[in-house]
Structures are given as C-alpha cells and as structure tokens.
C-alpha cells in the first residue's frame, strides 16, 4: 500500500484511540471526518490576517491575493500569531525561498504560552518541520511533512489555555521572503489532560566518546515523548555510523533504560543500513553523499511514537550512543591498528580473521557530529534552552558535489 493512502486511511484512528487517548477524544474530534463539532471555532492566522479575525481574511488588493507573504530583512524578527485562548493550533505551514544551508536554518522559530517570557519552542524552522542540517528534500510523515522539498507542514496539535504567541527570525545575512499560514481553533475550554507541546534543538559537534547523546532531557511530568528528528553529519571514517542504542530512561531510571532500541536504523524500523526513505511513522529522508556506497556527509531521520507512545509520570531522558561497524581487510593492518588505539572496541570486541581477506570487524566507538529536536508534551508549559545559532549554523556548507536548487539564483 503507497504510504500516502496508508496515512490517510490508518493514521486518524490510532491519532484518536492511540496518541491522545479517550480523555482527550473531544479536543481531537475532528480527526473523525464524520463529526461535526460547533463549539469549535475554527481559524487562521496569515500576514493578511495576523489576528485571525472572523471575515478578516484576504482584505490587501480587494481580496485580490495582495499579501501573502513578506520580505525579512536579516536579523529581523516577527510575530506570526498573537491568540488569546483557549484554542489549539492545528497546522503550520511555510514557505522561503531554497538557499544556502547556513541560511536556510539561519530561519528559526519560537513559541510561548500563557504569557510565560520564555518560549517552549525555540528551534530552527527546517527542523522544526524534520528536515536538519538546513537541507530540505521531499517527504511526508503522519505529523510533518516537505512537499516537494519546498512547502512545509507540522500537524502537530499545540493546545494553549490562555494565550500563545508564534515568532520568527529570520537570522540570515539576507533578507528572505517568508509565506506562512496557522490553522486553529478556539473553543470553550481544554480538556483536563491537554498537554502542551514543547520542542527543544540540541547539539554537539562532536560529540565525546563513550558518552552518549542526549535527545530529551530535563522534562517535569506528567509528560509524553511524542518523538524526535535527529541529523548527523558523519565525522568518523569507520564502515558504518549507526550501531548506536536509542534509550528511554522514564520515572526513576538511572544507569539502565527501561526502553533500550537495537541500533541506529532499527529505532527508524529499517535494518542493515540506513537509506533514504520515508513512512508515516519513522524515516530518513535526507542521506546526503558523495557517492553511491561511501559514506554519506549528512544524514537526517525521524520518529514518530504514535502507535507505541511512551508516557512518564515525573521525569524524562533519551540518548542515542555513538556505536559504529569498522571493517578492515587485508592490506589494511596498519589501518585497523591505527583505528583501535583511537576508538575502542564495543560489544563482543574486533573479531580477527573472520573470513579470507578480512584482517578484524567489529564495533566500536565513534565521534560524530550530531543534532536532535525533541517533541514531548507536558501539562505544564515550561521553559526550554533558547536556540545556540552559532551552534546551529556550524559546518553545514555544501560540499562540492551538491547543487544549488534550481531556483535559488533566480529567488534569492
């Protein structure tokens, strides 16, 4: 079955029965085509009608699409939704002109609820959307989506009681231009167990041997881990990257995870490497690389826990280890001796001489550079990191072989 009619047809059940549960059925009704809800009032936002005022919509130029969009000048930010509650955004989409990775995620965004001064989201808009490295390509998921690699989607529900606030800077040394439209809804009140939606950005480049990365941490529950995207950009000059275990520690865990994955690929639900590709609830769809069978530069992938949510009640950590296969043949001793002394054997250790022509294979150790945006809803609205651009921005430039889009000479 294609993926789209897949999404279609099995997502809006298991977003219902599944990722929201029966206490919060009525805030999600609509996912239920067949209900018809009046208490909803529904909505949006867009630079014609910022406030989403009722027969506000399409007013420049007679109606005669005469806004849509507006020009950032570098360094500028600007408010995209100023709503006062309760209500919940539905859907975000945007559009910028394709350029430069460093300027393509040089575009980030903030939100905060309730009045509170610190956001709750605070990261680069491509990634925000699933798309790292400042690299949009063409996919969809159940809940984001690129299409085309150029318009793109969150259906991530953002529930808010009083009040929310959507801004955007455009960080880049150009200006930009910036289209965008929120769906939402009002409504008379918020079920008791709406969560708000929390989105942070962490990196390290690189990151330290033998400590793994940290995906989400630092959360106060009751809370959901509703999934991440994840960019490496590879480092390490070992066979493969992605050995590394996804661990869940929830409620109390300390040196061991309640949830520990199998590997890299396997957290995506894919096995034996890691291609470009997409599905409703997990994917990779950006493998940047020089060449078909070598190692790639980037690498972005993403996860959904719709169908198996993963809940906790106080406290929430999840790490990814930087576990690679290293594989050396003969001729190459020299090289495998080299590679030993600087990354340790992990596992069952370097298996020698498995086979005719084979000097050792086995896993080990690695650093890489890696970045993760994490999604978990907590009752409470609470404070994240503010986005480190610089960090952000750092080695992401095109390598020689990728090319500029099409139209980005002619948009910029």
Known sequence: MPSNVFLVFFVPWWFIFCHIGVNCRR???????????PSLDCRA??????TGQRGGGGQAYGGRKGAPSRR??????????????????RHVWMTFPPAPPEVMRALWMEVFYDG???PSVSVPCLDFFGLPHGRPVAYASALTSAQEGRGFNAYLPMPFHDAVRVELTNASSRPMDLYYQIDYTLQPRLPDHAGYLHATFRRENPTVQQRDFVIADGWRGPGRFLGCNVG??????????GEGEVKVYRDGDEALPTICGTGLE???????????????YAGAPLVVSPAPGRNPDFVGFYRWHLADPIIFERELRVTIQQIGFALFLTGQ?????????TNPAAGAGWQHHPRPGVVAHGIAERVDDYCATAYVYCRTPQAVPRLDLTAALADITRRPYEKPHALEAFLS
């Open 45 to 50: 936002v867009t630079f014609e009608n910022p």
């Open 266 to 280: 396997d957290y995506v639900g894919s096995a034996w490497g890691l291609g470009a590709h997409h599905t409703p």
């Open 72 to 89: 950032l000048a570098a360094s500028e930010r600007v408010v995209l939704a100023d709503l006062h509650g309760p209500g919940t955004l």
């Open 333 to 341: 001793e020299a090289a495998f001796e080299q590679y030993a002394r």
């Open 27 to 37: 805030m999600w009704s609509p996912f239920d085509p067949a209900c018809i809800d």
């Open 116 to 118: 509170e001064h610190e």
């Open 232 to 241: 490496v950009r590879v480092i390490d000059p070992g066979f493969w990257y």
